[in-house]
């Protein structure tokens, strides 16, 4: 599968609570439970947190179904259709859904899902913050998993360290990285939780969702990649500072490029990079293509930071 895009993507969940169901990819897999058989529902070219499954497979087949759909996606996407959007955007999904099908040995299961997108409301589910920051009651009674986030995703040695001692200390010494950009120490006694979350914030994590930085993302920029135009990292952690002075807490993201590497979806607000220390201002609009509405030019971090204060002032007084 070499042939295949680096940025070609796919998820498996297994039916968690705690599951990133909202990031697009070009295949998904999520196990669901019809009568008492566990089977993997699927999508293509979407997320499980917004689309319905397509179909599903026998859990045991779930490794031939993956198989079969890079088979056919290879066998049927033309060099310039990369990505699975791109392939059904040229072509039938149930032609396409007929190629897999051909590849298997079992059936493609359509009815079996149909009610599957009633059953995920919640695409973290019910009650849990949509980036993993927080305590988590486990299925063992009396166990919490507390999770942080780490500061647009730079964990340092310091801060490693720090996390790596209070999972020793308090949990059973592992740690899971997130796909939200934060980590979990499993296995804390629900009375410590309180104490962890204290040492994660004296180690620099973000705690809560009050804090800016929870709510911001920003690329690599300019200090790690040869494309971008700015120093989006550093610029995030001056707009946090600016945010914060303010009393806002927004959630925006900073590309460097238009690449978009942070988010694969659109943000409510996007400062795309036009040279080093400036941005343009995006607000999201359904009905534009990119980022959105055009709201302002070429802006330093000072000015976005004074034009969210004055919009925040603005629709305060309306
Ligand atoms: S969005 Fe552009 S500048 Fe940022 S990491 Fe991706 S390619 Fe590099």
Not at 12 to 36: F, I, K, N, Q, Y
Not at 108 to 126: D, F, T
Request: glycine share 8%.
């Amino acid at each position: 599968f070499h042939d295949l895009s680096p940025k070609f993507a796919l998820s498996l969940d297994a039916g968690e609570a705690l599951v990133m169901r909202e990031h697009p990819h070009d295949l998904w897999l999520s196990a669901l439970e019809v009568d008492g058989e566990v089977l993997l529902a699927f999508g293509l070219a979407g997320c499980p947190g917004h689309d319905a499954p397509l179909a599903a497979v026998a859990l045991a087949e779930g490794h031939a179904l993956v198989i079969a759909v890079l088979d056919a996606f290879l066998e049927s996407a033309r060099p310039e259709q990369t990505r699975m959007r791109h392939l059904l955007a040229a072509m039938p999904i149930e032609e396409f859904l007929q190629a897999v099908g051909r590849r298997l040995i079992g059936p493609l299961r359509r009815q079996a899902c149909s009610h599957r997108a009633l059953e995920l409301p919640n695409p973290v589910g019910p009650g849990l913050p949509a980036n993993a920051l927080g305590v988590y009651q486990q299925s063992v009674a009396g166990r919490v998993a507390v999770g942080a986030a780490v500061p647009l995703g730079r964990l340092d040695a310091s801060m490693l360290r720090a996390v790596a001692q209070l999972a020793a200390q308090w949990g059973d010494g592992t740690l899971r990285l997130t796909p939200w950009q934060s980590v979990l120490l499993p296995n804390v006694c629900g009375e410590h939780a309180s104490t962890v979350m204290a040492g994660l914030h004296a180690a620099g994590l973000i705690c809560n969702r009050e804090q800016p930085l929870a709510n911001i993302i920003a690329c690599t920029g300019s200090a790690g990649c040869v494309k971008g135009l700015a120093d989006t990292k550093t610029d995030a952690f001056k707009l946090a500072v600016l945010l914060e002075h303010h009393g806002l807490n927004l959630p925006v993201h900073l590309t460097a490029c238009s690449r978009s590497c942070a988010a694969a979806h659109i943000a409510p607000m996007t400062l795309l990079a036009t040279r080093a220390g400036h941005y343009d201002l995006y607000f999201r609009d359904t009905q534009q293509p990119g980022f959105g509405a055009l709201r302002a030019r070429d802006l330093t971090i000072e000015a976005v930071g004074a034009l969210f204060a004055a919009d925040s002032r603005s629709s305060t007084d309306d």
